[in-house]
């Protein structure tokens, strides 16, 4: 190798690394291969055009377990067009708790500690002056992960009401629902909490269970799921329906494993 090529290539090798203060990066060496440039999403050209809220990270699963990768897409909306942010935009990159996770020199992956505690890992990324921010949780290997998306298994529930043709479970706290025949994928949130002990899950106002029956195989009881449309009328004579909360919810994984 010649002696002139030696600096910059450990300039460069340094500049991949975290710096001195546990859990900080650089914003990453150029040159390096960036897997997400031009994959899907277009680079954006000029770093200058970053602005206060206009960045955002998207992790890929949201939520791992100890020993795990999380893939880390960083990207700028502007206007209807979503750019990918090359890394020389970046300033900096910070991990808290700093000795749950590493980042690899490319920036686009983080690697779950194998003996990180169970929790939240932030990880904060500053370019051009501007911070954003993604929580991931991390799961004991012993825990259900229910975080993800949902279809169900059957379109009407035993009630005979149509039911949510996706739920999303997410790491916010919010459960998305989307139904049969309506614009866009989501249409209604509400506010969730789940006990892996017990089984406890709430919905809004409602309180049931949930259950792992498989791995991307769940259960719901004691909950009334909304749904898309109404059943129609009974005739005369007939019984009344069950109540919607005395139905079992079955739903199934599908797309990616959050």
Not at 169 to 192: C, E, K, S
Request: charged content about 15%; glycine content about 10%; proline content about 11%.
């Amino acid at each position: 190798m010649s002696a002139k090529l030696i600096p910059a290539c450990l300039a460069a090798l340094l500049m991949s690394c975290a710096t001195t203060d546990p859990g900080v990066y650089s914003g990453g060496a150029r040159g390096l291969f960036d897997p997400h440039s031009g994959n899907n999403l277009q680079d954006l050209p000029d770093c200058s055009e970053i602005y206060d809220g206009g960045a955002y990270l998207v992790a890929s699963p949201v939520a791992g377990r100890p020993g795990s990768q999380i893939e880390l897409r960083h990207n700028l909306g502007m206007g209807h067009t979503v750019y990918n942010i090359p890394l020389r935009c970046v300033d900096q990159w910070r991990i808290d708790p700093p000795e749950a996770a590493t980042l690899s020199a490319n920036r686009r992956f983080l690697d779950i500690s194998p003996d990180a505690a169970p929790g939240d890992v932030t990880l904060t990324a500053t370019a051009r002056g501007y911070s954003t921010s993604i929580t991931i949780p991390v799961i004991d290997s012993g825990v259900p992960n229910l975080y993800g998306s949902w279809i169900p298994a059957q379109r009407y529930s035993c009630a005979q009401e149509e039911m949510p043709s996706v739920i999303s479970i997410r790491p916010d706290g919010r459960v998305l629902m989307g139904f049969p025949g309506m614009m866009g994928q989501y249409q209604d949130d509400y506010r969730y909490s789940y006990d892996p002990e017990t089984g406890a899950f709430t919905l809004g106002q409602q309180t049931g269970q949930v259950r792992v029956v498989e791995d991307g195989h769940i259960i719901f009881t004691g909950i009334a799921f909304p749904g898309g449309q109404p059943p129609p009328p009974l005739p005369p004579g007939y019984p009344p329906r069950p109540d919607q909360d005395s139905c079992e919810f079955e739903f199934r994984r599908t797309g990616e494993l959050y």
